[in-house]
């Protein structure tokens, strides 16, 4: 299986080492060379140097043979917007797209495209971390 991440910060080099692991071809695109450290000295995928918006940069980190792709770049706009290329563009059947405005995030999964928003999972973690502390019966609503 091949993968393309597209952002190695955090979240996007954690992805990539994971997909790796679990035995996937992985391309990662970041438009700082430095990244690539993140992915450490045994990383053996590939690298490309780029904004994930460019299409030759999306083209030699090989979108064109990627089975899901993982977009986590530090914009919400920019990840929306690879999200929707790598779709529509290159018919990538999974392609998983980190949003942190909830509102933003709910409006394009409601339009077919796969978010992930860590905001709201981090306000429901800690309501529930909340609510089982003071021993409050029930779920805490935003």
Known sequence: MNAVVIGCGR?????????QAAGWDVSVVDEN???L????????GGFVVGHGM????LERARV???DAAVVATNGDN?????????EKRYEIPCVV?????PAR???????????????????????????????VSGPVAP
């Open 11 to 19: 979240v996007g080099s954690a992805v990539a080492k994971g997909l």
């Open 33 to 35: 060379e430095d990244a």
């Open 78 to 86: 920019t990840n929306l917007v690879i999200g929707q290329v790598l």
């Open 54 to 57: 460019d299409v030759n940069v």
């Open 37 to 44: 450290t993140r992915l450490g000295p045994s990383w053996s």
């Open 97 to 101: 797209v980190r949003v942190l405005d």
């Open 105 to 135: 995030a709910d409006f394009y999964a409601r339009r077919g495209l796969r978010t992930v928003c860590p905001t709201e999972t981090a306000i429901a973690a800690l309501l529930d971390t909340v609510s089982e502390t003071v021993g």
């Open 64 to 66: 064109a043979d990627a």
